[in-house]
């Protein structure tokens, strides 16, 4: 068995949706927990990256747990521009990777 990737990827997401790391500092272990299903649910294929389509479901998750800015950026209609963020070499995937190289 190996490790799940992604409880990390969560860990990641948790660290980009607030966009800051002292407001993902302060997400509650629950919260992570949460974020962290909502990762697994939004990643259809379980190949522990998202596209755009599985960035987007995880978006509206989070916004109906209320987690990080999920529901300001999706009122804002800022899904785009922050995938385009994260996804660093532009292939229309974003990967753990790429999210670990934005939280440094
Ligand atoms: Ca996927
Ligand atoms: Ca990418």
């Known amino acids: 068995m ?3 990737p992604i409880a990390a990827l969560a860990c990641s997401i948790a660290f980009i ?3 800051s790391a002292a407001q993902a500092q302060s997400m509650s272990d629950a919260d992570k927990q949460k974020m962290a299903d909502n990762v697994v649910q ?5 190949d522990a990256a998202l596209t755009r389509g599985e960035f987007d479901l995880l978006l509206q ?5 209320n987690l990080g800015r999920a529901a300001q950026v999706i009122r804002l209609g800022r899904q785009a521009m922050i995938f385009t963020r994260i ?6 995937l974003v990967t753990r990777q790429e999210l670990q190289a934005l939280a440094q």
């Open 2 to 4: 190996k490790k799940n």
């Open 17 to 19: 949706l607030p966009l």
């Open 42 to 46: 939004a990643d259809a294929n379980g």
């Open 61 to 65: 998750l989070n916004a109906q747990d």
């Open 87 to 92: 996804d660093g070499d532009g292939n229309g």
